[in-house]
């Protein structure tokens, strides 16, 4: 069945016995202030057209394609919107049945909450025009935030990208269209057919709860880049993404977008991007939310050690369409250490990574966790790969051939990656075997004391077991 074109839909709304309800035929469509007739907002599958109904603004969905949803779906969402606290986070919506006769077939409405603002990519725009950074960088905290808050409450929007963010005059950021959104309610029912924007997805992104974790950290990672540096803006934006393309989540990622994040030079900025670099692995797919993946974690006490070094770094398998050391991979990669470079991330295709089938399989990488302890913003300190004397930090990076970093191992846990952090050594030596000697004396002094006051078997049997304590404590702390 062929859905109306946008065009039919401008012819209808101008007449309002095309419309079925006594609601929509009170709807004043609001015109074009050039052309002085009602012009829609078109996206993929449907158009928007903004109107006063009783007094209120209102944005009117019309679909343009056949796809899953329904009433059912639309009923469901807005449920879980005011049951998990987050109408102020989306545009609430109602699914009007046969709102509208075109080409004398019936078709469904949408009314949507009108949100005044603008699209996220017009209000970065405007504040890279000012060159506030500062508000920036507030926007990408406040981005964060809302993607966590979100997933925390099983909500996935499915299209994350510039168009179906709005800011708001106050600067809140709110989402609409939600054609592929996913709630719990509606696991095992069919996937809609939109798999959202190109410029915003990984290679595989199976609907479900955590499909927006790549999205939502591409759009974090853009906003973070411009608070630092909104100057490559211009370049790097087509109108149809914030920084990056699909062509720069392809090997050897040496595409001017990595380059403007390398030349930055921020450690922060620099985990990021290569989290982002992680996930373009073949065949990984997300496994939990955003905040898993970006949110400052503080070391427990027992994973710290005063003394690390750098460990061996032996060579990696190179895996199909990713340069192996030691090869020539033509100019190299503006970003050094990234695959193109001649040095193979850790983690990721072309080195074993934890859960994968090793160095030349094509399995995908294990689940992301967090990225371990991470600077606050604007922090300075070393970047987790090595930079190249252009980049004006850190030491000269290593020739082709030599110096590859060292792969994620089988088995290994995200916390001891030695991409970031450096290779944790054991504790065991001469200062543990003294405490563990020490403490085993105070206990043997004790039992001692317990003997020479206690007479009879009660007083052996409680030295042995003091004794014993004692033996174990001194041998675990030894260890």
Known sequence: MRYPSPEDYMKAV????????????????V?????????????????????????????????????????????????????????GDVAMARWVHDGITVNGLSWPVVRMQWVEGHPLNKHVDELVARQDTRALGVLADAWLELVVRLQQAEFAHGDLQHGNVLVSPDGRLRLVDFDCSWIARFAGWPAPAETGHRNYQPQVRPWGRWMDTFSGLVIYTSLVALSK???????????????????DYQPP??????????????????????????????????????GELVVP???????????????????????????????????????SGFPGSGSPVSGFPGSPVSGSPGAAGHGAPPPLGPLGPMPPPGQA???????????????????????????????????????????????????????????????????LMILTAV?????????????????????AVWK
């Open 31 to 87: 015109p074009h202030p050039l052309y002085q007739i009602p012009m829609p907002a078109a996206g993929t599958s449907a158009v928007v057209f903004k109107a006063i109904v009783d007094g209120d603004v209102a944005a009117l969905r019309f679909f343009t394609r056949d796809d899953s949803w329904s009433s059912e779906r639309y009923d469901a969402l807005q449920e879980h919107f005011a049951a998990r606290d987050l109408v």
């Open 455 to 475: 007479p009879g078997i009660g007083a052996v049997l409680v030295g042995l077991v003091v004794a014993a304590i004692a033996a174990v404590i001194g041998f």
């Open 297 to 335: 974690r503080t070391m427990p006490w027992w994973e710290r050690t005063p003394a690390a070094v750098p460990s061996p770094r032996p060579p990696a398998s190179p895996a199909a369409g990713y340069p192996a050391p030691g090869s020539d991979s033509g100019s190299g990669s503006p970003v």
């Open 253 to 290: 990622f040496d595409t001017a977008a990595w380059a403007h994040l390398q030349a930055i030079g921020d450690r922060r900025l620099d985990q990021l991007a290569m989290r982002i670099i992680q996930c373009c692995g073949p065949g990984w797919v997300a496994s939990g939310g955003l």
């Open 229 to 247: 540096n909104p100057a490559p803006w211009p370049q790097l934006n087509t109108g149809e993404n914030l920084l990056f393309r699909r062509e």
């Open 381 to 447: 300190g070393p970047v987790p790969w090595p930079r190249s004397p252009a980049s004006g930090s850190g030491a000269p990076r290593p020739a082709s051939g030599s110096g590859a970093p060292r792969p994620r191992q089988p088995g290994s846990d995200w916390w001891k990656d030695p991409e970031v952090h450096a290779t944790r050594q054991p504790t065991r030596g001469p200062a543990g075997l003294i405490v563990g000697i020490a403490l085993a004396l105070g206990f043997l002094t004790a039992m």
């Open 14 to 29: 101008q007449r309002r016995e095309s419309f079925t309800t006594e609601e929509l035929r009170r709807a004043d469509l």
